[in-house]
């Protein structure tokens, strides 16, 4: 799983919420990827693909959190794009 946010402080909050969250948890666990990315009508579906894919499996699907804005536009454009 890859989680995004525009703001790399968010990024770093997740990730060090994460670190602590694995010391209580199973250690089998993957925790979820962080990315730092803006998602907006200029973003092409290569860059969006390289930051959201993990290089073990290249099928991915598309959930919006908190899809204030044109987040939620814009991210079913971007996602379309990539199949095209």
Known sequence: MTCVDSQSDLKT???KFDA??????????????HVTLCIDNDLSAKTFQSKIICQKNK????????TCGDL????????????E
């Open 72 to 83: 939620g536009p814009n991210l079913v454009i971007i996602f379309t794009r990539t199949f």
């Open 20 to 33: 602590e969250l694995s010391k209580i948890g199973d250690d089998r666990r993957q925790g979820p990827r």
């Open 59 to 66: 099928s991915f699907g598309s959930v919006g959190l908190h």
């Open 13 to 15: 909050t997740a990730d």
